[in-house]
């Protein structure tokens, strides 16, 4: 469900006010969380270690309210009780499709329906027609996390619509995990809204990756 904010009596009035019309409005930051328990844990039980860290990050999300403001295509500024997350799946002799996942709290029922909607992918379909329904749709309680697991980065720079856009979720890319000392380690790339979200909110959002990585299991 999602709710449409009162600018004028709104916490964050002059901060949205100020960066709303901002050729680039975006903050973009890279940290790591350590995932060597999450990695370990999928390992061990043959389940998939993407769709532990998935979960992670989308329980973090939902868990920070600054993470689910949005701009309808109204041009109404709202707040959603809950995000989906949409991801690239690669596609053999393809090259990926979008799907969406319903978030859920229950790790274990999360975990049945995405991997039931990643083995459901139609391999004739519009790759982009997740992407296309939530843009008709016009209310992006969606979020989205891409996957580059061969590749350990430091930064990534997302492709933006145009100024005055609405489709203003965040953006996100998981690396490869890599290993120093003992532990494995995993870059995260955001991307979000300034007029929406600041470094406090950005912090806590790592601070809860972390933590879930640390205790889910199915």
Same mark, same amino acid.
């Given at each position: 469900?999602?709710?449409?904010?009162?600018?004028?009596?709104? $916490? /964050?009035?002059?901060? +949205?006010? +100020?960066?709303?019309?901002?050729?680039?409005?975006?903050?973009?930051?890279?940290? %790591?969380?350590?995932?060597? /328990?999450?990695? =370990? /844990?999928?390992? %061990?039980?043959?389940?998939?270690?993407?769709?532990?860290?998935? =979960?992670?990050?989308?329980?973090?999300?939902? %868990?920070?309210? %600054?993470?689910?403001?949005?701009?309808?295509?109204?041009?109404?500024?709202?707040?959603?009780?809950?995000?989906?997350?949409?991801?690239?799946?690669?596609?053999?002799?393809?090259?990926?499709?979008?799907?969406?996942?319903? =978030?859920?709290?229950?790790?274990?029922?999360?975990?049945?329906?995405?991997?039931?909607?990643?083995?459901?992918?139609?391999?004739?379909?519009? #790759? +982009?027609?997740?992407?296309?329904?939530?843009?008709?749709?016009?209310?992006?309680?969606?979020?989205?996390?891409?996957?580059?697991?061969?590749?350990?980065?430091?930064?990534?720079?997302?492709?933006? !619509?145009?100024?005055?856009?609405? !489709?203003?979720?965040?953006?996100?890319?998981?690396?490869?995990?890599?290993?120093?000392?003992?532990?494995? +380690?995993? #870059?995260?790339?955001?991307? $979000?809204?300034?007029?929406?979200?600041?470094?406090?909110?950005?912090?806590?959002?790592?601070?809860?990756?972390?933590?879930?990585?640390?205790?889910?299991?199915?």
């Amino acid at each position: 469900m999602k709710h449409i904010v009162e600018i004028e009596n709104w $916490v /964050r009035r002059d901060n +949205y006010l +100020y960066f709303k019309n901002f050729a680039n409005p975006w903050i973009a930051i890279t940290s %790591e969380v350590e995932c060597s /328990r999450a990695f =370990y /844990r999928a390992k %061990e039980n043959g389940s998939s270690f993407f769709l532990h860290y998935l =979960y992670a990050v989308a329980r973090a999300v939902n %868990e920070i309210k %600054e993470l689910r403001y949005r701009i309808d295509k109204e041009g109404n500024v709202v707040w959603h009780d809950t995000v989906d997350v949409i991801s690239p799946i690669a596609v053999p002799g393809r090259t990926f499709y979008t799907v969406r996942i319903p =978030y859920k709290d229950d790790f274990a029922s999360f975990y049945r329906e995405a991997r039931h909607i990643i083995t459901h992918i139609p391999h004739d379909g519009d #790759p +982009y027609a997740t992407d296309k329904a939530i843009a008709e749709a016009g209310d992006y309680d969606v979020f989205l996390l891409s996957a580059t697991p061969k590749l350990y980065f430091t930064g990534v720079t997302y492709t933006q !619509m145009a100024t005055g856009h609405s !489709m203003d979720y965040p953006l996100m890319n998981a690396g490869k995990a890599i290993t120093r000392g003992d532990k494995l +380690y995993m #870059p995260i790339a955001l991307t $979000v809204s300034h007029a929406f979200v600041d470094g406090e909110h950005i912090s806590q959002f790592f601070e809860k990756v972390q933590a879930f990585l640390n205790e889910i299991h199915l």
